[in-house]
């Protein structure tokens, strides 16, 4: 699978290269201006077609009328005020960066890596949102079967980029933050756990942190700020070299799906800001999430995003814990413990008086921090 999945990245490539692209905007070369083209096709697409996408899932009844269940394993439920909310808007978001990137992207095997990875996770998230809407249980796709997905998904682009000989040190070579050199070399095992986790992690701790308005899309605009400037250095020769981070080759086209992906998650947030029109569910949470963990990747910088998506990581790591704990002592006891009143931590907070905006903009900070010392990371090596 893997081999035929890496011819049909290079031939599509190749028949797409910049020179013979279709695009009409090919005439714009710099980096930036792309870039900044990128992000405003797709900001603009999402605030025109917003509105109609939102009646459109109206129109379908793709609303969320169930309450969600507490998991007697750990109580992550999520806040039940919000029925009859359409769900399902993450199409919005994947859609508005679909066009952005294929009309200002030079469409080399990164950037397929990445449109191919977007289409898998919006897949699986849009069939779980779908069997919950339609059986109105909150049950969806088995967490199992998820999980299988997105563990195929990633061993797919760990494969591909280690038979590829330009890409392998991608795979082979682990790079630390605060490090300037890989710390290990030709340790592929360990290479392809790490772009396992980066991709099944993110795109699940996302998904996790999406459970009040504006929230989980939020954090992810500021962590995609971040990797529109990691992803600018990896493909500039000169400004990899000065920052002394690993150079690759076509990364710097990433730095264009990454604005696709800034612009769409803003033109978002306008429709899912407090009181939410709109939830983006695990259509749009698991494909962003993925894309973080595979943009992560193709920089060689993956363990980054545990920094620049610290709140994700906090969200992931409180359901894990929470989880855990209460099997534990109900195994132990008989009778179940918590460690936080709910899970994910964001309604902790919420269960201790905070208020939902509250939440969220403190959240917010908390983002920007962990962004700023993932920045950090460039200057002390």
Same mark, same amino acid.
């Given at each position: 699978?893997?081999?035929?999945?890496?011819?049909?990245?290079?031939?599509?490539?190749?028949?797409?290269?910049?020179?013979?692209?279709?695009?009409?905007?090919?005439?714009?070369?710099?980096?930036?201006?792309?870039?900044?083209?990128?992000?405003?096709?797709?900001?603009?697409?999402?605030?025109?077609?917003?509105?109609?996408?939102?009646?459109?899932?109206?129109?379908?009844?793709?609303?969320?009328?169930?309450?969600?269940?507490?998991?007697?394993?750990?109580?992550?439920?999520?806040?039940?005020?919000?029925?009859?909310?359409?769900?399902?808007?993450?199409?919005?978001?994947?859609?508005?960066?679909?066009?952005?990137?294929?009309?200002?992207?030079?469409?080399?095997?990164?950037?397929?890596?990445?449109?191919?990875?977007?289409?898998?996770?919006?897949?699986?998230?849009?069939?779980?949102?779908?069997?919950?809407?339609?059986?109105?249980?909150?049950?969806?796709?088995?967490?199992?079967?998820?999980?299988?997905?997105?563990?195929?998904?990633?061993?797919?682009? =760990?494969?591909?980029?280690?038979? +590829?000989?330009?890409?392998? *040190? @991608?795979?082979?070579? !682990?790079?630390?933050?605060? %490090?300037? &050199?890989?710390?290990?070399?030709?340790?592929?095992?360990?290479?392809?756990?790490?772009?396992?986790?980066?991709?099944?992690?993110?795109?699940?701790?996302?998904?996790?942190?999406?459970?009040?308005?504006?929230?989980?899309?939020?954090?992810?605009?500021?962590?995609?700020?971040?990797?529109?400037?990691?992803?600018?250095?990896?493909?500039?020769?000169?400004?990899?070299?000065?920052?002394?981070?690993?150079?690759?080759?076509?990364?710097?086209?990433?730095?264009?799906?990454?604005?696709?992906?800034?612009?769409?998650?803003?033109?978002?947030?306008?429709?899912?800001?407090?009181?939410?029109?709109?939830?983006?569910?695990?259509?749009?949470?698991?494909?962003?999430?993925? =894309?973080?963990?595979?943009?992560? +990747?193709?920089?060689?910088? *993956? @363990?980054?995003?545990? !920094?620049?998506?610290?709140? %994700?990581? &906090?969200?992931?790591?409180?359901?894990?814990?929470?989880?855990?704990?209460?099997?534990?002592?109900?195994?132990?006891?008989?009778?179940?413990?918590?460690?936080?009143?709910?899970?994910?931590?964001?309604?902790?907070?919420?269960?201790?008086?905070?208020?939902?905006?509250?939440?969220?903009?403190?959240?917010?900070?908390?983002?920007?921090?962990?962004?700023?010392?993932?920045?950090?990371?460039?200057?002390?090596?």
């Amino acid at each position: 699978m893997i081999y035929y999945l890496h011819e049909f990245i290079l031939e599509w490539a190749a028949g797409t290269a910049w020179e013979d692209s279709l695009s009409p905007l090919r005439v714009f070369r710099y980096i930036s201006v792309r870039s900044i083209g990128a992000a405003m096709t797709a900001l603009i697409f999402s605030w025109v077609f917003g509105p109609m996408v939102i009646r459109w899932l109206k129109d379908l009844k793709f609303r969320q009328y169930y309450a969600d269940k507490s998991e007697q394993a750990g109580g992550t439920v999520r806040v039940t005020d919000k029925r009859g909310t359409p769900t399902m808007g993450g199409v919005l978001i994947v859609l508005s960066m679909d066009l952005a990137v294929i009309l200002w992207a030079q469409l080399n095997p990164l950037i397929l890596l990445c449109l191919l990875s977007l289409i898998v996770l919006s897949a699986l998230g849009f069939y779980d949102d779908y069997l919950k809407v339609t059986k109105q249980d909150g049950e969806g796709v088995k967490s199992k079967v998820k999980l299988w997905v997105q563990l195929a998904l990633g061993c797919s682009v =760990a494969g591909y980029l280690w038979i +590829v000989p330009e890409t392998r *040190p @991608l795979v082979e070579d !682990i790079m630390v933050p605060f %490090f300037k &050199a890989p710390i290990l070399e030709g340790a592929a095992l360990i290479g392809f756990g790490l772009v396992l986790t980066a991709i099944m992690g993110s795109s699940n701790a996302v998904n996790l942190t999406d459970g009040l308005d504006g929230l989980a899309i939020g954090c992810t605009i500021i962590v995609t700020s971040v990797f529109v400037a990691l992803t600018y250095i990896a493909g500039n020769i000169k400004w990899a070299t000065y920052l002394q981070v690993p150079y690759v080759t076509g990364a710097s086209e990433l730095t264009v799906f990454c604005a696709a992906m800034l612009g769409a998650s803003v033109g978002f947030l306008w429709y899912n800001c407090h009181p939410a029109q709109v939830f983006m569910g695990d259509t749009g949470s698991l494909a962003l999430g993925g =894309a973080l963990g595979i943009m992560a +990747v193709l920089i060689h910088q *993956p @363990l980054i995003l545990v !920094i620049a998506g610290g709140v %994700f990581v &906090a969200e992931a790591l409180s359901v894990m814990l929470q989880v855990s704990y209460f099997k534990y002592h109900k195994r132990k006891t008989g009778v179940g413990k918590r460690i936080f009143l709910r899970a994910p931590i964001h309604h902790h907070f919420e269960q201790l008086g905070w208020k939902e905006t509250q939440v969220v903009t403190r959240f917010y900070i908390l983002t920007g921090l962990f962004a700023g010392l993932a920045l950090l990371t460039l200057k002390i090596r």
